[in-house]
C-alpha cells in the first residue's frame, strides 16, 4: 500500500457520505430475545446462555436494501427497570424500533403496552414502529395467540413480525422489512424536501 495513513482517496469518502443512516432500537421484557435478534442479524448466531444486557449495546451493519447501502445502527436496550434512564437518554432519533415478547410468556405480551407507552414518551413520534413474536421453535398452544398479538399490532398501525433466533426462521425477514419500510419514508421524506412546490400543487 502506497496509501499515506489518513488519506483516504475521494470516491471512498463519496461513497462512505452517501449511505443512509438508519438508527434501530430493540425493547421489549427481559428474556424475550432482543440481543439474540441482533446478533443474528448481524452475525448470523445464536447462542443459548443468557446474558443480561447491562443497560445498552450497540451492534452496526452494513445492510443493502434495493440495492442502496444502510448503515444500521443497532441500539439493544436492557428490558430491565433497573436501566430505565438509560433507555430513556437513548430514544431520541430513531428511525425503527421494535417491541419483542416471547410468544411462550403471557406476561411479556401483557408489557408491550408498557414498552409502546415508554417509547412513546421518550422517544420522536416519526419513528416506524413494530411488533415482534419471538421464540416460535417453543411455540406452544397454550402461549399467546398470534391473532391477539396480530390484531394488537393492527391496531396501532404497527406491522407484526414472528421469528426464531433459534432456527432463524423469519429474523432476515422481519430486518429487510423493516428496513425497507424505513428507507421508502426517508425517501419520499427527501423528495418532499427537494420539491416542495411540486407537493404543495398534488395536495
Ligand atoms: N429457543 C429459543 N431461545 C431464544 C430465542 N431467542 C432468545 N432465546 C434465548 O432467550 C434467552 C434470553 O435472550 P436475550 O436475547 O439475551 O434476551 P434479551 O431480550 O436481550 O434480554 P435482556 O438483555 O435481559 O433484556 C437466551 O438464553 C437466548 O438463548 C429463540 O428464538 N428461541
Ligand atoms: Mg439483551
Redesign the pocket.
Known sequence: MDRKPGHLPRDVRAVASSLIWIKVVGI?N???????LIKHFCESKF???????VGVDYGFKVEAVQGIDLRVHLW?L???CEYEDVRNELYSDTDVVFI?YDVTNQSSFEGVELWLREFATYGNNTALMCLVG??T??REDHGVSPLDAKRWAAQRGMSYFE????SGEGVQTMFSEMLLATTRKKQLAADVSQHPAVTQHAS
Open positions: 421489549g427481559v428474556g424475550v430475545g432482543k440481543t439474540s447462542s443459548t446462555g443468557y446474558q443480561p444486557t439493544d436492557s428490558g430491565s419483542v419471538n421464540k421453535d417453543l421469528t426464531s433466533c433459534a
